[in-house]
């Protein structure tokens, strides 16, 4: 297909259509007139030699081609408006702008408060948003990356896209103050016979395909998309759960649970920011994996994270 041969205005009018499903709500979405949209849809169904709405009674449904060109069109347009907004120059002390990045509770906590913390002493015109990992990700990673500014997570799980390195973390176990059944000391034996609470997406692989490696099937009780809400689900439970340490840490006090150390060397974690290459020569993005880059080193370090004031 040559895109040279295209009207990319039908684009953002395929997208209207597809999400509205209604030619004069689309065209209010887009600032079109009813007879320009109608002509928009007529080009959209010769190109593609498909209905793509089809009556339904008093309405319209997408065609299959429809319903499969749904999250494509929308994936293109917030890819080429993410081109188009590019910039050769930022100053993060002027700028509004806002950066989106995928991310699970754990990497919020952990890290997008720290560089929250200092984004907003050093560039207050700066907002960020966090989203939850979906769980397409390891799926359609570049079609969910190309419509972000990045993505915090550890190596394991993606490959082949740019990625900074940020901060390590190792993994514990969480079992409660008061559960009789585990001594000072976890042992594999424990992990095999207790139910667990785990995360129930792909996020742990590698330390999910490490457990299966010791010939131990954990036993799920409660799988939950949170790890914040883990501990307490394992206070005053037999229950057992695998947790990052920084996380263990930070949350450490919030539920009557112990952290204890795996009985084996567990994988441990390295944490990064990926993103598409189609940011990696905008300006803005590049401040953004400097100073996330920057923060992890003070993490890292032990230092406070806020060091530079706004010019």
């Not at 895109?3 to 979405?29: H, I, K, P, Y």
Request: charged letters at 20%; proline letters at 5%.
């Amino acid at each position: 297909m040559n895109l040279a041969s295209l009207d990319l205005n039908l684009v953002v009018a395929l997208r209207a259509l597809l999400q509205e499903r209604n030619v004069t709500r689309a065209g209010q979405c887009i600032g079109l007139s009813q007879p320009a949209m109608s002509a928009a849809l007529a080009r959209l169904r010769r190109h593609f030699d498909d209905d793509l709405l089809a009556r339904v009674g008093g309405g319209y449904e997408l065609t299959a081609l429809g319903q499969a060109l749904l999250n494509r069109t929308t994936t293109a347009c917030d890819l080429l408006e993410r081109v188009f907004a590019s910039q050769a120059e930022f100053d993060p002390s002027r700028e509004e702008h806002e950066f989106t990045l995928i991310a699970s509770d754990y990497a919020v906590a952990v890290f997008g408060t720290e560089l929250a913390r200092t984004i907003q002493t050093e560039a207050p015109g700066i907002r960020l948003r966090f989203k939850q990992v979906p769980n397409e990700i390891i799926d359609d990673t570049g079609s969910l990356l190309s419509t972000v500014d990045g993505l915090l997570l550890p190596h394991g799980i993606i490959r082949g896209f740019p990625m900074v390195e940020l901060y390590q973390d190792s993994w514990v176990f969480l079992v409660a103050d008061d559960n009789p059944e585990v001594g000072e000391q976890l042992t594999l034996d424990d992990l095999a016979r207790l139910p667990w609470v785990t995360y129930q997406r792909a996020y742990d692989a590698p330390a999910a395909r490490q457990i299966a490696t010791l010939g131990i099937e954990p036993r799920v009780a409660v799988s939950v998309d949170s790890f914040q809400l883990m501990p307490l689900l394992v206070a005053g439970t037999r229950r057992v759960a695998l947790l990052q340490r920084r996380l263990a840490d930070e949350l450490d006090g919030l539920a009557h649970v112990r952290i204890m150390e795996p009985p084996y060397d567990a994988v441990p974690i390295q944490q990064a920011l990926w993103w598409h290459s189609v940011h990696m020569h905008d300006a803005a993005h590049m401040w953004l994996r400097e100073t996330a880059a920057r923060v992890a080193e003070m993490m890292e370090a032990g230092r406070p994270t806020i060091s530079r004031p706004p010019k």
